[in-house]
């Protein structure tokens, strides 16, 4: 069965520092990824998605992940981190072909002091 | 609206009383999601429903829970006899329901067992 592996259970950064999360799946077969975001008291929100093509995925609010195949990882990056950056980020995998099988890591909580 | 609703935001529910939790997809969404979020873990999968059928429901926890989607739109995840491992949140998603699309999260429904 996929599973997604975060290594940071909670990272704390100062503003202007950059920012990487770790990100492992297991999956059989070609697979879709994903960083979704949850700000505080809000809902999960879309961060970016890797489907095919370029490795290196460009997201909103200049967050990036690069898919990493012989490594089955897909690292969320960005340079340098806004306080409004604080919330909580999940990488998620499903395959390529159907996405009734999404599954989830168990998330990363940045805070970012000011 | 443009988003996916769910309903109630909170329930508070004594030991051994039923809920029923509603969730109300994007307009034209086929596929809907249930997920069951504990503290500081990510969201677990649940069921699966494609229009009104209700493909996958292999993470349901137990046979007190069960979910319905009988028109294709508007979905009802139910607990019956609910104990307090069940207290979480309960987040819904829609999403086109072609390859690898994205999913699109409520806000789901904090559910507290007393």
């Known amino acids: 069965a996929q599973s997604v592996s975060q290594h940071n259970h909670h990272v704390i950064l100062s503003e202007a520092a950059s920012l990487e999360l770790g990100c492992n799946y297991s999956?059989?077969?070609?697979?879709?990824l994903f960083w979704y975001v949850q700000y505080p008291g809000q809902h999960l929100q879309l961060l970016l998605k890797?489907?095919?093509?370029?490795?290196l995925v460009k997201g909103i609010k200049g967050f990036e992940a690069e898919f990493i195949k012989s490594k089955f990882s897909f690292n969320l990056r960005k340079p340098s981190v806004q306080w409004s950056d604080t919330a909580e980020y999940f990488c998620?995998?499903?395959?390529?072909?159907?996405?009734?099988?999404?599954?989830f890591g168990a998330g990363t909580r940045l805070t970012v002091k000011p | 609206g443009a988003g996916v609703s769910q309903s109630p935001r909170y329930k508070v529910a004594k030991r051994g009383q039923d809920v029923a939790l509603r969730c109300d997809p994007i307009?034209?969404?086929?596929?809907l999601f249930w997920y069951q979020q504990a503290l500081g873990q990510g969201p677990e999968f649940l069921t699966y429903?494609?229009?009104?059928?209700?493909?996958?429901k292999s993470g349901l926890p137990s046979d007190r829970f069960f979910a319905e989607r009988p028109e294709g739109s508007v979905s009802t995840l139910k607990i019956q006899r609910t104990q307090q491992e069940d207290s979480a949140v309960y987040l819904c998603?829609?999403?086109?329901?072609?390859?690898?699309?994205?999913?699109?999260f409520g806000n789901g429904t904090r559910l507290t067992v007393t």
């Open positions: 998603a829609s999403s086109h329901g072609q390859g690898g699309s994205p999913l699109h």
């Open positions: 999956y059989g077969g070609t697979v879709n």
């Open positions: 890797y489907f095919s093509g370029d490795p």
């Open positions: 998620a995998v499903t395959g390529s072909y159907n996405n009734n099988d999404m599954r």
């Open positions: 307009s034209g969404h086929v596929s």
């Open positions: 429903f494609q229009n009104e059928a209700q493909l996958d």
